[in-house]
């Protein structure tokens, strides 16, 4: 049984649980730096693997990097939301440096929630704008190992 | 030709523009109310002719709305900008009252550019975000009948 | 109590129920003309009233007649089916003549379901390009009204 | 300069420059199978490292399969596209075994073009429905390394 915890400790649980267990992430070095009520940051530094055969950041890295914080910022609650639809719009290609992912919530009355994310390269301008709808179940996520 | 002419003369101007000329929004008695650097606001108030069979308000009604939102935010530059990708999710129904949505720009970089709308009822609720995409030509909006 | 009814006989009282019923629809002159298994049609004979500023058809209206036959679809399998999130391309408008718009089911496995609507004018070229996610719940649609 | 070629050369090189020049999708083991006119299929063989914290594909992975087919299809025509906005619609997890994606070109009148790509597990049902937006250069694709 998880005792109860902390909004603070259970953002701090949710987060390693997503920088240890999705191995998507891990696989693409993309990383949670933060979660908040319905908020999430996360971050990925630009590697030669990233990249597409334009040589800029291929638009599936930074569509992960959107989603994790997406799922981060949907799972802050403490009960289990499942992503259901995303929309992503490109301004800007991604060349050097790093990339950070910035999800808001914008809606979370009844069974649906909606997100939206913001991608900024290290000059602060937004190379992709993100949309996301999760449905949020009643169960509980269990965070009992990450403490 | 149109004369130099003031930010705020050019939103007032533009806000003419779409409350005469969008047929749609007219007969759906849908409205700019306000315009401003990459932002608008448009409100539309809840009558019979936007209801569906579920008697709550029909989709379409709830992304013209937006949609009308989003065009005059994306044309606030002066310059023609033409939708060409839009999202929503829906996360509440609308009943009664009034709807009103807010266009904010995430992204203008080179040709496209990007928003986020939220549409929200009478209590504050946000029933709906939108994301759309518009492209930006180069051609001056003519705006000299509007003044 | 509705009694047990055909396929054909329940996919004539769902188009009356929604030509008779969605007065978005009524006002816009958006017409549904078939319904199937996961599959419908809808029509609009462009009038004046559909218009933007451009003089081409409104995003608004094109996105309510695929609206309208996606919640067509997604309703052909009689039971209730919520609209949750859309996203709309367009590329081409809209001038004169009539709008068609086919809704296709790609998927219908467990909760949610997916379609994709193409829109076209009459000389069969896509204008707009709709996928819609709808929830699906268990209650029955009441037809018995619509014989 | 590049020699005039038929379209089943193009196609091939077209996929030999996606397979090797694509780090992120060769980083994740996708692969353009096919390429024609307006279509293209990818597939992926589901490994560890493609899993979520939940223990099924992550959804980035899913869209960037999705993605890679869209792009081989929007540049089957031997100009330059790049994707402008994409949606993806979530219907069913992806477990084991391989995931194919389909693109099929629905519009193509202009400067942009929509695709809708459909993904599917082994045993033939959508675990993933996709719709992308590109925007068509006049650039041609340089394609004389590739033959």
């Not at 990233?50 to 997406?70: E, K, S």
């Not at 909606?114 to 290290?122: F, G, L, Q």
């Amino acid at each position: 049984m998880t005792p109860h915890m902390s909004d603070a400790e259970r953002f701090q649980r949710l987060k390693r649980f997503f920088n240890n267990r999705d191995r998507l992430c891990k696989c693409l070095g993309i990383e949670v730096t933060d979660i908040g009520h319905g908020t999430a940051t996360t971050r990925m530094v630009i590697e030669d693997k990233h990249m597409n055969g334009a040589d800029v950041v291929q638009g599936g890295a930074i569509f992960t990097l959107a989603d994790l914080a997406f799922g981060a910022a949907c799972n802050s609650h403490g009960t289990l939301a499942l992503g259901v639809n995303m929309s992503i719009a490109y301004t800007k290609p991604g060349v050097s440096g790093s990339l950070t992912a910035h999800a808001r919530e914008t809606a979370a009355a009844g069974p649906l929630s909606t997100y939206v994310v913001e991608v900024k390269d290290d000059s602060g301008e937004t190379i992709a704008t993100f949309q996301g709808t999760a449905y949020r179940k009643r169960d509980k996520i269990d965070l009992s190992a990450w403490g």
